[in-house]
């Protein structure tokens, strides 16, 4: 039995999740409720949890300053780059990440 994604997004840490808002084509704003599953100590990985799930990368630009960028991954290679930053394989190229339970829980509730 699958656990509902709102509820499990409801009793996750504030620091494990986020909202992310996009426009439409009619200007009309759209909200999608996003899981952390990877960090790397200048990179978050978010997954919505729609229908279809979308990738989304939170870059901090530099270390001295609170600018941030959000991209939505088009590029599944780069999200498997991530996961590995993160620690799905260790340390890589000097890094060490983060993985977070929320991607077990994405996996079993697709």
Do not use: C
Not at 9 to 19: G, R, S
Not at 21 to 30: K, M, P, R, W
Not at 45 to 67: A, P, Q
């Amino acid at each position: 039995m699958s656990l509902d994604s709102s509820t499990f997004f409801l009793h996750t840490p504030d620091a494990e999740k986020t909202t992310i808002e996009t426009q439409t084509a009619s200007g009309s704003v759209q909200q999608h409720d996003a899981l952390l599953i990877a960090q790397t100590p200048r990179q978050k990985l978010f997954v919505t949890l729609d229908t279809k799930r979308r990738y989304v990368t939170l870059t901090y630009v530099d270390d001295s300053s609170d600018d941030i960028e959000l991209d939505f991954v088009q590029d599944y290679e780069e999200v498997e780059d991530l996961l590995e930053d993160a620690g799905l394989y260790g340390r890589h190229d000097g890094e060490l990440g983060v993985l977070y339970h929320n991607l077990l829980f994405l996996l079993m509730n697709p």
